[in-house]
């Protein structure tokens, strides 16, 4: 029985978001600059768009420039906004022809204009598409986004249109960049380090954790398809005892 044969397609998770990492180790393993390992990064997320669109899921968030990364040195940070103005332009037919709509969360005001005038074509060319959201975070840490949803609160506040005692979670998340998405029931980290890297703090309270030491640039459909097969044999409580789960599910 193949990987694929072996997923439950009645128990998918509904969004799965993944930290992209590795690439820079991946290319100097082989004696080349970061660079390429992001070059060669970028087939992967073809691969992994295309198995997330061809499975079913509804939503696959990339965690693809953090606003740490911006003080990398500046040759990589120029090529790799280069490589995204390049990418974002070659796969807007793509993503028409297999239906997937872009979705963009961060500080997008920080990335070149030329940029954010690709990335807000691809938007509009790809806002009508029904299937697989793909959600890229550009520019873009947790803590960042807490402090954002916490000012414009504040500013609510202040103007008098919301009292401190409307605030409760289901209000706060509305004010998070991805108030339109549910949270990601199984986060991925790829090339080996076993942290979060200020992704998706508040979102990822109760998902499924799943790390490798596959470097990005390796990671194919049959690695996700293992990252799932384990999360659908996981059992998710969500603070709740396993009896109390059996309980539900049998009444």
């Not at 939503?59 to 990418?87: H, K």
Request: charged share 25%; glycine share 6%; with cysteine.
């Amino acid at each position: 029985m193949s990987l694929l044969e072996k997923i439950n397609k009645a128990h998918l998770p509904g969004h799965i978001a993944i930290i992209m990492d590795g690439n820079g180790r991946w290319a100097q393993e082989k004696g080349e600059d970061r660079l390429y390992g992001h070059f060669h990064g970028v087939e992967s997320v073809r691969n992994i768009v295309e198995a997330a669109a061809e499975l079913g899921i509804g939503y696959l968030t990339l965690y693809a420039f953090s606003t740490e990364n911006w003080d990398r040195p500046q040759d990589e940070v120029t090529g790799l906004m280069e490589l995204l103005v390049d990418t974002i332009r070659k796969e807007v037919p793509t993503l028409n022809k297999n239906n997937i709509s872009l979705h963009v969360i961060g500080e997008i005001t920080k990335l070149p204009a030329n940029a954010r005038k690709e990335l807000q074509e691809a938007l509009y060319e790809t806002s009508s598409n029904t299937g697989l959201k793909l959600i890229m975070a550009l520019s873009y840490s947790s803590r960042w986004e807490i402090v954002h949803a916490v000012k414009n609160i504040a500013k609510k506040i202040k103007e008098g249109t919301l009292l401190p005692e409307d605030i409760d979670a289901n209000l706060f998340q509305q004010y998070l960049c991805t108030a339109q998405f549910p949270d990601p029931e199984l986060m991925i980290r790829t090339g080996g380090d076993y942290r979060v890297s200020n992704f998706l703090l508040y979102q990822l309270a109760y998902s499924e954790l799943s790390f490798t030491d596959t470097r990005w640039p390796d990671f194919r459909k049959e690695n996700l398809y293992e990252a799932i097969i384990d999360f659908q044999h996981r059992e998710r409580r969500f603070g709740k005892t396993g009896d109390q789960l059996k309980a539900g599910q049998n009444s």
